[in-house]
């Protein structure tokens, strides 16, 4: 059973011959990046713009299983795609490892830091294509929100964007770091949309903002590598793609200020609904006991 899975997530030939380019990768021009993020962002606001005009705010459209069956598709792609990117690791490092031996090099390093002159081919940039390509059905999220929920807003935009812009100047410039990204973030998708299915189906729920302190969690691990990257680029001599990685560093930076400014907002918000509770709760009480002294 194991190695099945191995040979058809990282020994197939389909994997382990990939090459990102134009003629066999779909979706990887330029044109077609700026053409789907345009299309989105028109559609999205197309849609929510729509809804306020032909129907009341507080109307809300049923979704049905829809979003369940969403979260189910991304939980098993992650699931799929961090396995996968996890065994086509392991057979990099194996198969060129005697090459860093000159360089010094350890696994670890190769993780963060690409050696230059590294192309956009073999197992690692398959599942990075993969990964790549997943990005398109999150982008439903959006739709579900704005259906479901009535509600659209720039950080949903922008943050879903840059998400496929990134995943994209991964593949275009065979850039440093994408390794980590990738299985942190499908390690995360796998729990954050499993958890979502889960509510769906009407299972109970945490008792705390689960997935939002999910986010936090991956937005810090990021952080923290991008030093780590910063850090060998510096010490080895260079990292292959380090300017796309400071693009994608910059709006990881705007993500997280965005985030972390809805977070602090929710917090705030939850607070007071809290703060309310709690005083209506001991005006309650002090009405209760003014009547026992009454009686």
């Not at 590294?118 to 294509?129: A, C, L």
């Not at 739709?143 to 943050?159: A, E, H």
């Not at 703060?275 to 002294?293: F, R, V």
Request: charged share 10%; hydrophobic share 50%.
């Amino acid at each position: 059973m194991m190695q099945n899975i191995k040979y058809w997530l990282s020994e197939h030939p389909t994997v382990v011959n990939f090459r990102w380019n134009n003629a066999q990768s779909w979706g990887s021009t330029w044109s077609f990046l700026f053409a789907a993020i345009s299309t989105y962002v028109l559609a999205a606001t197309f849609l929510h713009v729509f809804l306020n005009l032909v129907l009341p705010r507080n109307r809300r459209i049923p979704l049905g299983p829809i979003p369940a069956i969403h979260s189910l598709a991304i939980t098993l792609i992650s699931v799929v795609t961090f396995v996968g990117i996890l065994l086509s690791t392991a057979a990099e490092i194996r198969e060129t490892s005697w090459s860093w031996r000159r360089t010094h090099t350890t696994a670890f390093q190769w993780l963060l830091c690409f050696p230059l002159g590294t192309r956009p081919s073999g197992r690692v940039f398959f599942w990075s294509y993969v990964f790549y390509l997943s990005r398109f059905l999150h982008l439903l999220r959006t739709f579900f929100s704005i259906l479901k929920y009535r509600k659209l807003t720039f950080f949903q935009l922008f943050n879903q964007s840059m998400l496929i812009c990134m995943s994209f100047l991964w593949l275009e410039f065979s850039q440093s770091f994408q390794v980590v990204a990738i299985l942190l973030t499908t390690l995360l998708y796998s729990v954050v949309y499993g958890y979502r299915f889960w509510t769906a189906i009407g299972l109970p729920s945490a008792c705390f903002p689960f997935v939002v302190n999910c986010q936090v969690v991956l937005l810090v691990c990021n952080l923290i590598c991008h030093f780590g990257v910063l850090l060998l680029h510096v010490l080895k001599g260079g990292c292959n793609g380090i300017g796309a990685w400071t693009f994608n560093s910059v709006l990881n930076a705007v993500i997280l200020l965005l985030f972390m400014n809805f977070y602090v907002k929710m917090y705030l918000r939850n607070k007071k609904i809290g703060d309310a509770s709690s005083a209506s709760e001991q005006s309650n009480g002090g009405q209760m006991n003014l009547k026992d002294k009454d009686s």
